[in-house]
Nanobody
Framework: QVQLVESGGGLVQAGGSLRLSCAAS????????MGWFRQAPGKEREFVAR????????RYADSVKGRFIISRDNAKNTVYLQMNSLKPEDTAVYYC??????????????WGQGTQVTVSS
């Protein structure tokens, strides 16, 4: 069983930056791909970024490509999401998840509780 705890959310002005962290415990962290997803009010949860277990392979949603960077530190059992040039449309609850290397949220086995990111215009 893997437990995930996100942190780093908050309120930021458009154009600003935030770094989200997701600390994992239980299981073998490097054995899981890690994903970040987000859900805005009234919308479905959507894929943001994912990173392979080794950290060597990443993939991003088109809406965040070039602005967000996903990384992981397997020694610290932590995955990060560096978010730059934030836009109001990035406002959502952000979730990290552990599972197979996929864009599909339904395939992920473990989820954190989420952290709110609010971008003001």
């Amino acid at each position: 069983q893997v437990q995930l705890v996100e942190s780093g959310g908050g309120l930021v002005q458009a154009g600003g930056s935030l770094r989200l962290s997701c600390a994992a415990s239980g299981g073998t962290f490097s054995g899981y791909s890690m994903g970040w997803f987000r859900q805005a009010p009234g919308k479905e949860r959507e894929f943001v970024a994912r990173v392979s277990g080794s950290g060597l392979t990443t993939r991003y949603a088109d809406s965040v490509k070039g602005r967000f960077i996903i990384s992981r530190d397997n020694a610290k059992n932590t995955v990060y999401l560096q978010m730059n040039s934030l836009k109001p449309e990035d406002t959502a609850v952000y979730y990290c998840a552990a599972g197979p290397y996929s864009d599909d949220a339904r395939r992920y086995n473990y989820w954190g509780q989420g952290t709110q990111v609010t971008v003001s215009s």
